[in-house]
T-cell receptor, first 114, second 114 residues
Framework: GAGVSQSPSNKVTEKGKDVELRCDPI?????LYWYRQSLGQGLEFLIY????????KSGLPSDRFSAERTGGSVSTLTIQRTQQEDSAVYLC????????????FGEGSRLTVL | KQEVTQIPAALSVPEGENLVLNCSFT??????LQWFRQDPGKGLTSLLL?????REQTSGRLNASLDKSSGRSTLYIAASQPGDSATYLC?????????????FGTGTQLKVEL
């Protein structure tokens, strides 16, 4: 596609429910990143994919968070048993190559946990 | 641990003024540095990418410089316009030990007034 596409753009859920956030990177981009931006906070790294593998999962805040990428393209970030502190904007980015490439971000998925 | 600081946190200038945004980082072993802008409720838009071997990059009215040894980068905006109003973020990618993730500063919120 022309840019990084994320869905849903907005998600409101109740505490304890599971949510899935989707990222469709720019076609041909092998590297994919998930970041989280909380109100008044900076961007927090969550996970990095190179192809279908995730060599760096160090930013996932708890075992309630998981992510997968299939076919070297679309990625899904899943949050189980959501908590109010999970409320944030979840941003996805992709780049043409892993190390030196320029990152391009999607518009984000705004998650609100009531 | 890499820490990225941006000063000032907020800046308000009259239209037409030239301005400089500052970014500093604690670990000079970086692969590259990238400047982004973020409009309210939107994702990040890449402005400039400077590889560690480069000293500066230019795009239109924007010029970014990099002094790796002192851990500093500046973003110079010439002849500012109201449309430049946004939050500007810098981010660095470490050479090793940080995977391939970018570490972000907390941003400078710029307002250009008519």
């Amino acid at each position: 596609g022309a840019g990084v596409s994320q869905s849903p753009s907005n998600k409101v859920t109740e505490k304890g429910k599971d949510v899935e956030l989707r990222c469709d990177p720019i076609s041909g981009h092998t590297a994919l990143y998930w970041y989280r931006q909380s109100l008044g906070q900076g961007l927090e790294f969550l996970i990095y994919f190179q192809g279908n593998s995730a060599p760096d999962k160090s930013g996932l805040p708890s075992d309630r968070f998981s992510a997968e990428r299939t076919g070297g393209s679309v990625s899904t970030l899943t949050i189980q048993r959501t908590q109010q502190e999970d409320s944030a904007v979840y941003l996805c980015a992709s780049s043409l190559q892993g190390a030196g490439g320029e990152l391009f971000f999607g518009e984000g998925s705004r998650l609100t946990v009531l | 641990k890499q820490e990225v600081t941006q000063i000032p946190a907020a800046l308000s200038v009259p239209e037409g003024e030239n301005l400089v945004l500052n970014c500093s980082f604690t670990d000079s072993a970086i692969y590259n540095l990238q400047w982004f802008r973020q409009d309210p409720g939107k994702g990040l838009t890449s402005l400039l990418l400077i590889q560690s071997s480069q000293r500066e990059q230019t795009s239109g009215r924007l010029n970014a410089s990099l002094d790796k040894s002192s851990g500093r980068s500046t973003l110079y905006i010439a002849a500012s316009q109201p449309g430049d109003s946004a939050t500007y973020l810098c981010a660095v990618k470490r050479v090793t030990g940080g995977g391939n993730k970018l570490t972000f500063g907390t941003g400078t919120q710029l307002k250009v007034e008519l």
